[in-house]
T-cell receptor, first 116, second 111 residues
Framework: GAVVSQHPSRVICKSGTSVKIECRSL??????MFWYRQFPKQSLMLMAT?????????EQGVEKDKFLINHASLTLSTLTVTSAHPEDSSFYIC????????????FGPGTRLTVL | SQQGEEDPQALSIQEGENATMNCSYK?????LQWYRQNSGRGLVHLIL?????REKHSGRLRVTLDTSKKSSSLLITASRAADTASYFC???????????FGAGTILRVKS
């Protein structure tokens, strides 16, 4: 149980395009999902907290107009990188928190974004 | 922001040896968790220790927590080549459920 999927696993796009990444909790309901970014050989940096049915809470320094988050259902959150640029190239990882236990987070396998 | 610091940054050991990684943090916590990440993959949850616990075991893993020193350690006993990965500590706060990750330790186990 407690499986989180991400799609796509890898995406290459041209500068200026928008990219949508999906995060799904496959066998549990997640009232909260989190989006992280990880640069090579670095740790995970929390970008935003996404609550089902409400606006996401962004961490300081993260542009909400650039990284659009939608948590439309208890099993799906999406991150859209708008007008992507090469500096947005990174590994994006989501996690989902089951409503039963606020201390648990289950992580997706990550999405490698490369912007040319 | 990153509040956890881990040391060492990188650790290389022989198969069969024990590996110890340390994590320090700055603010009060509700729990501390350890995760493993294989290269280019997602995170795998290893163990969670609550702020009122001092030690926890899971298989070959042993985690200690010293809230007075704001530090934790992860010990992997009898290491295997498959343990080669990055290891991160992450703290959960009293007031919310955000996890703040440490910088991580890259462990290499040579066979």
């Amino acid at each position: 149980g407690a499986v989180v999927s991400q799609h796509p696993s890898r995406v290459i796009c041209k500068s200026g395009t928008s990219v949508k990444i999906e995060c799904r909790s496959l066998d549990f309901q997640a009232t909260t999902m989190f989006w992280y970014r990880q640069f090579p050989k670095q740790s995970l940096m929390l970008m935003a907290t996404s609550n089902e049915g409400s606006k996401a809470t962004y961490e300081q320094g993260v542009e909400k107009d650039k990284f659009l988050i939608n948590h439309a259902s208890l099993t799906l959150s999406t991150l859209t990188v708008t007008s992507a640029h090469p500096e947005d190239s990174s590994f994006y990882i989501c996690s989902a928190r089951p409503w039963r236990n606020i201390n648990e987070q289950f992580f997706g396998p990550g999405t490698r974004l490369t912007v040319l | 922001s990153q509040q956890g610091e881990e040391d060492p940054q990188a650790l290389s050991i022989q198969e069969g040896e024990n590996a110890t990684m340390n994590c320090s943090y700055k603010t009060s916590i509700n729990n501390l968790q350890w995760y493993r990440q294989n290269s280019g993959r997602g995170l795998v949850h290893l163990i969670l220790i609550r702020s009122n616990e001092r030690e926890k075991h899971s298989g070959r893993l042993r985690v200690t927590l010293d809230t007075s020193k704001k530090s934790s350690s992860l010990l992997i006993t009898a290491s295997r080549a498959a343990d080669t990965a990055s290891y991160f500590c992450a703290t959960g706060s009293e007031y919310g459920n955000k996890l703040v990750f440490g910088a991580g330790t890259i462990l290499r186990v040579k066979s």
